[in-house]
């Protein structure tokens, strides 16, 4: 009987062991994913796509939708951090200056928090033959929500703006109206 209890002993101490090394093998923490998905996206990141590669490690969907709209951020900053097994949520309050959409900047100072929710786990999605496909990779957090609009830094957006203003028709100026309204905001 004494040895059954000490065999039974033995495995569980090396389940625990095996569970700790595997968890102890993930890089990183939802915090530091959340603060470098938030700084890539500042630093316009997920505004094209030659550059979204930079944070789709960061993510678990199959890819960025393409979008009109983008959020002007002063700053941002994570606020709380919740973990329970492998789950976790990372709040982050933003600190807005409003949106540009089409030629158009509508200016809108807020505060607002988003809550990331994230996943640790051992799959991502690559793509093969033009099709995203989810395969097995390293164990990682991967935020799973919100897939939002870009949150992007002003100087950001007057370097976006004014490559626009050089290279796109704008007979009506909104264009560098727009970029006029940014230079004013920074």
């Known amino acids: 009987m004494r040895h059954l209890q000490l065999l039974a002993f033995l495995i569980t101490a090396c389940l625990v062991t095996a569970a700790t090394d595997s968890k102890s093998r993930v890089r990183s923490s939802p915090e530091s994913i959340v603060k470098e998905y938030c700084q890539k996206d500042f630093d316009g990141a997920r505004t094209s796509s030659q550059t979204y590669s930079q944070v789709d490690h960061l993510y678990l969907w199959p890819e960025e939708p393409g979008?009109?709209?983008v959020t002007i951020v002063k700053s941002y900053r994570i606020v709380s951090s919740q973990m329970r097994g492998n789950h976790a949520v990372v709040t982050v309050e933003y600190q807005t200056l409003g949106d540009i959409g089409g030629s158009e900047f509508l200016e809108d100072h807020t505060?607002?928090?988003?809550?990331?929710k994230l996943e640790l786990g051992s799959k991502e999605w690559t793509w093969k033959n033009d099709e995203p496909v989810l395969e097995v990779s390293n164990l990682a957090w991967r935020i799973t929500y919100p897939i939002m609009q870009p949150h992007i830094s002003v100087p950001y957006a007057i370097k976006h703006v004014a490559s626009l203003v050089s290279t796109e028709n704008d007979p009506e100026h909104k264009l560098e109206k727009v970029l006029a309204r940014l230079r004013a905001v920074q």
Not at 111 to 116: G, L
């Open 67 to 69: 979008w009109d709209t």
């Open 111 to 116: 505060s607002t928090k988003v809550a990331f």
